[in-house]
């Protein structure tokens, strides 16, 4: 079963939300509030592919539930609901792990298809994991283990997020390649996505968080000025 944690404070569209999920075949557990939210994660742990957020809820607001979801998991997949003037809010729930954003109102057939979209992600992610896939690409002494979603500097360890590991594996499967904003954004949140292209600049600077030495001089996910990035293979 495809199970999804909607955390939303405005009773009606938390409604119409759980409504059209629950038509596209999945199931839903309702939260009202962040703390709630909580809650019902830690009871299920592991057993919620995705969760819904909205951003501006009473106490423990959603930046503050994703960061947490964040932390104590890298295969949840997370959405955070936001409205239009909160730019600022949608920059920082993707620092803090969120892998896509919905700006209020939306449609019914939007949200299926992004919810559809990273579902589709996290499923391929436990598929690999379940079957012990174990295939690796190496590049300029990184690993990227495509089985754990892991991406190794010698020996260690970075995680990533769904979002992290597909763009790096376009990087590491095309280094060298200058790919536009465009091409990432239709490889990893595929051809209908209905947002813009910042959410891949924002992604790009939390990998570059994740692997350069220094992420205000970066030497392997480099700028492309006027076009998008590229990984600067040796």
């Given at each position: 079963m495809k199970r999804i944690l909607v955390a939303e404070d405005e009773s009606t569209i938390r409604e119409f939300i759980v409504l059209n999920l629950e038509r596209a075949g999945y199931e839903v557990t309702e939260a009202t509030d962040g703390e709630t939210a909580l809650e019902e994660y830690n009871k299920l742990?592991?057993?919620?592919?995705?969760?819904?957020?909205?951003?501006?809820?009473?106490?423990?607001?959603?930046?503050?539930?994703?960061?947490?979801l964040r932390r104590k998991s890298n295969d949840i997949g997370i959405i955070l609901l936001t409205a239009k003037t909160q730019e600022i809010d949608k920059v920082s729930g993707l620092m803090f792990g969120a892998d896509d954003y919905m700006t209020k109102p939306f449609s019914p057939s939007e949200l299926v298809a992004r919810v559809d979209a990273l579902y589709r992600r996290v499923a391929i992610a436990q598929m690999r994991s379940d079957n012990n896939f174990k295939e690796e690409i190496s590049l300029d002494g990184f690993r990227l283990n495509l089985r754990s979603h892991a991406l190794f500097k010698g020996?260690?360890?970075?995680?990533?997020t769904h979002v992290e590991f597909q763009i790096i594996e376009f990087f590491f499967s095309n280094p060298g390649t200058a790919l536009s904003r465009s091409d990432i954004l239709k490889y990893v949140w595929r051809?209908?996505?209905?947002g813009d292209e910042k959410i891949v600049d924002v992604n790009i600077r939390r990998l570059r968080m994740k692997v350069e030495e220094d992420p205000s001089l970066p030497k392997h996910i480099v700028t492309v000025w006027g076009f998008g990035y590229k990984w600067a293979s040796s």
């Open positions: 742990k592991e057993e919620f592919d995705i969760a819904i957020l909205d951003i501006m809820m009473p106490g423990v607001d959603g930046l503050k539930v994703c960061k947490e020996e260690e360890i970075i995680e990533l051809q209908h996505y209905y």
